[in-house]
């Protein structure tokens, strides 16, 4: 464990291991906050923040806390940093903060934090840990967005509502209306669509996986009819 | 809808699923006819594009899972679907609203969960929550029943309904913005009692047309719902499906509403009769409540899976937010079947007692 490349963690939280997609943590934001766009970002980022703040802190005591009272330490390490986070988003993006509620103090429950700060930052140094924090966050944050971006071009017709609640004034004007003005389909914007488009996502995940899988299996050296498996471990009896 | 597992001894031959599927599109007939004759040519609009799209649907995703095409659309399942969505839905309701919901029946709801048979929830019926949960001001525009139009305004004819429902080709052929379906509705008797206040049920009764020219629950929607009863019993006769789970849904959406009658004052939830024979009533207990997919699988079981499901309805409809709970009751049973299942395994023949479906020791003689 302690010898992952870079590369291998970066693949991992992105793609093989990401945590929406594959682990399947953290739906509880994934299927509440990500109505559109602004909204799924405003949260991504802010469990970005966390997740890789609390992977460093966590990295760095993670040979002075005893196993007894790890779990504990870790929870109000992730709390510190949802709290920093909540405070910060307050002071800069305050109408966002009101908008996501609940969801920025419950960052601290998302299983993701808890279960990396858990496999991975206890038991690897710094810079892996931080490295793995910004990946998770960055999977996790990208699924968000592309269920966000869904979710709101079906659901209300619009892309990039309101980003001016992120990215201040300048985004005043970056509304892309698709559709006519009163289009609305509310399914997508409540809880069931989420599910169903988090549903999509994964089954899309798994396509192209096969799709690399099989790719890979054709490019490997063909087996050679009549020969013979070689036995390397354990006795014949 | 199909895999009607029978096992020996028959006295009668097993029916095929397309010929089951065939009863039921026959028995809707009496209640097609019926909803055409008090509600006008939208019923049987709907009934079309839902089928069209159903085929559609169901042909497409055969062929993207690489199934025979035919073999699957024979069995009529698909249509079946279709139809019992289309009567489901507003008449005169606008084009998309049937397009939507068959797509959501069949591809979402029947197909990703594994085709005929593996579907866990009732296809028609979470087409009509998608819509109703979208759409809800299009979902809840029911046209008055055609005795009560007021006198200046006629009862849309085949080629004026199809205006309102397809307003876009209306435009393109003639230029015209075609009439809006907002002349033509009037609150259903499930919205009057919601939305009673201040009359006894007496007096409401008295009052308002829909009741003083209807015979027990509302004119129209009281033949509407003979009709789906008296395409029931003509599949209770065939033995399409046993008479436990609607018997047992009616007799205890019955007690529920006698129960909560309390003699007819204005916060009434409205007599039994009027229960029985106004919304979806008879619909969902002998079209929907009796999917042998989708409901409980043994008579008993089927008893309490109906039951429940008329509990549900009365609870929904007095004190929900909707005014009519068919649907939302049969899905609700729907995720209970299978636990319902599991209590309920009956007692196979040598043995000494039934067991649940999960034990794995097999108490034999």
Known sequence: MADISYREITNNGLWKNNAALVQLLGLCPLLAVTGSVVNALGLGLATMVVLMGSNIVVSLIRKQVSDAVKIPAFVMIIATFTTCTELLMKAFTYELYLILGIFIPLIVTNCTILGRAEAFASKNNVSASALDGLMMGTGFGLVLLVIGTIREILGSGTLFANMHLLFGPMAENWTIQLFGDDYGFLVAVLPPGAFLVAGMLIALKNVIDDKIERRNAARRAPVVKGAKRVRTTGTVS | ?365
């Open chain 2, 1 to 365: 809808m199909a895999l009607l597992k029978l096992t020996s001894p028959h006295a009668h031959t097993a029916q095929s699923t397309a010929d089951v599927m065939k009863l039921v599109l026959l028995a809707t007939i009496p209640g097609l006819v019926a909803l055409t004759v008090f509600f006008g040519w939208g019923t049987i609009i709907n009934v079309f594009i839902a089928a069209a799209v159903a085929l559609i649907c169901e042909a497409s995703v055969m062929g993207l899972r690489k199934r025979p095409v035919m073999f699957y659309l024979k069995d009529n399942s698909a249509l079946v679907t279709a139809v019992l969505l289309g009567l489901a839905l507003p008449p005169l309701a606008p084009w998309w609203i049937p397009v939507v919901g068959t797509f959501f029946a069949i591809v979402i709801a029947k197909h990703l969960y594994g085709g005929l048979g593996y579907n866990p929830f009732n296809p028609a019926m979470v087409g009509y929550v998608v819509l109703l949960i979208s759409f809800p001001v299009q979902m809840t525009a029911w046209p008055a029943p055609a005795p009560l139009y007021p006198a200046e305004i006629d009862v849309p004819g085949l080629w004026q309904s199809l205006q309102i429902v397809l307003p876009f080709f209306n435009e393109a052929l003639t230029g015209t913005v075609s009439g809006s379906i907002d002349a033509y509705t009037a609150a259903t008797p499930l919205d009057t009692f919601k939305h009673n206040t201040g009359l006894l049920v007496e007096q409401l009764y008295k009052k308002d047309p829909l009741f003083n020219q209807g015979s027990w629950a509302g004119i129209g929607w009281e033949w509407a719902n003979f009709a789906f009863l008296a395409g029931g019993c003509f599949l209770l006769y065939r033995r399409v499906f046993t008479w436990h789970a609607p018997v047992a849904m009616l007799v205890s959406l019955t007690l529920c509403a006698a129960l909560f009658y309390d003699g007819g004052s204005s916060s009434s939830h409205g007599s039994p009769l009027l229960h029985l024979l106004s919304g979806g009533t008879m619909l969902g207990a002998f079209f929907i409540v009796t999917d042998p997919v989708t409901s409980a699988t043994s008579n008993k079981g089927r008893l309490i899976y109906g039951a429940l499901i008329g509990i549900l309805i009365f609870i929904i409809r007095s004190w929900g937010s909707y005014p009519d709970a068919v649907a939302f009751a049969v899905l609700l049973m729907n995720f209970a079947a299978p636990l319902i299942d599991n209590y309920t395994l009956p007692r196979t023949y040598g043995h000494k007692k039934s067991r649940k479906a999960t034990e794995k020791k097999d108490e034999g003689p």
